[in-house]
């Protein structure tokens, strides 16, 4: 039997420890600081529509203390402004062999890692999940907790990432082998580009246009240079009516940028979303007004532990004027 090591077991590396630890599957997880000890001392509070299940399973703070007997597959679950510092640990510890899959937002993970290891999958995820609680994750869908199609990077398939899917299938998630995993993760990063937005502002109309003017100048920037990306009829087709939210859409938790600035953490992964389209506009002589500004906005909040959605959209709007 397949083990994991789930690398980073926060909102989505948590529900996908704690559901694959359920189905059967040997699960090491890797966490950080107080998350970790409740985990360790009570073990992963998986919280879902239909209660509350404590998974007790291997956790450790360093790839040093897992065991690598029978190589298991990485599923990097850590945030993109996380992932060097968790491919050094990696790297200093892991076969060199290892399989290791990238089940993150944004598009810069999966060079980085191939930097490092030659059998390098990503996975384009769509999984509705919290961590605001240490030594709790809330999955946010139900009964189907998520998305997770698989594929090898740059391009293509193989028996890896259909055994991969087929296990992820078997913990009660969607998933398929996909040969162009890299043009579904370009849509969702577009999908993305609303994050900043509603991590910092107050929701409203204001909000709204900004997120519709980052994902239109987002959009235009990848046609230009040319990157595949499947069309948003292909995107809406595949979530169809499988991910059912337990919240009234008014109440229900922010995404995982919402969350990073909530929890005060200091930082968060906006270079690597809004990031990205102000990075492909400045190599292609594109402008990027509306990305730059999130960016710039999204990443100053964080760094100054100011209020989750606490800036005011029109405001932002303005300078854009």
């Not at 050094?88 to 062999?97: F, Q, S, T, V, Y």
């Amino acid at each position: 039997m397949v083990r994991y090591v789930v690398y980073g077991a926060g909102a989505v590396g948590g529900v996908i420890a704690a559901r694959l630890h359920l189905a059967g599957m040997p699960v090491t997880m890797v966490a950080r600081g107080e998350h970790l000890e409740r985990i360790r001392e009570q073990g992963l509070v998986l919280d879902t529509a239909r209660g509350r299940e404590t998974v007790t399973a291997p956790a450790t703070n360093t790839a040093a203390e897992v065991d690598w007997a029978g190589s298991p597959i990485v599923l990097l679950c850590v945030k993109s402004h996380q992932t060097e510092a968790a491919l050094g640990d990696l790297a200093a510890h892991a076969p060199a062999g290892i399989v290791v899959v990238s089940v993150q937002n944004g598009v810069a993970n999966e060079v980085a890692i191939l930097r490092r290891f030659a059998a390098t999958y990503s996975v384009c995820v769509m999984l509705p999940s919290t961590h605001v609680e240490p030594g709790v994750v809330i999955q946010q869908s139900w009964p189907t907790p998520g998305i997770l199609d698989v594929g090898r990077f740059p391009a293509g398939s193989d028996d890896t990432a259909a055994a991969i899917a087929v296990d992820l299938a078997n913990a009660g998630f969607v998933s398929e082998p996909r040969a162009d995993i890299m043009a579904w993760k370009y849509r969702k990063l577009i999908l993305n580009l609303g994050n900043a937005v509603q991590a910092a502002c107050r929701p409203g109309d204001d909000a709204d246009e900004l997120v519709r003017l980052a994902q239109e100048e987002g959009e235009a920037v990848v046609a230009a240079t040319g990157i595949i990306l499947v069309s948003r009829a292909a995107d809406r087709e595949r979530r169809g009516d499988i991910l059912r939210g337990r919240h009234r859409e008014a109440d229900a938790p922010g995404g995982s940028t919402w969350q990073s600035i909530s929890r005060g953490t200091g930082s968060v992964e906006t270079d690597y979303l809004t990031g990205e389209i102000v990075l492909l506009g400045r190599l292609h002589g594109i402008a990027t007004p509306v990305n730059e500004l999130l960016q710039r906005a999204a990443s100053e909040l964080a760094r100054r532990r100011g209020q989750v959605a606490s800036l005011d959209a029109a405001g932002l709007l303005k300078t854009l004027a």
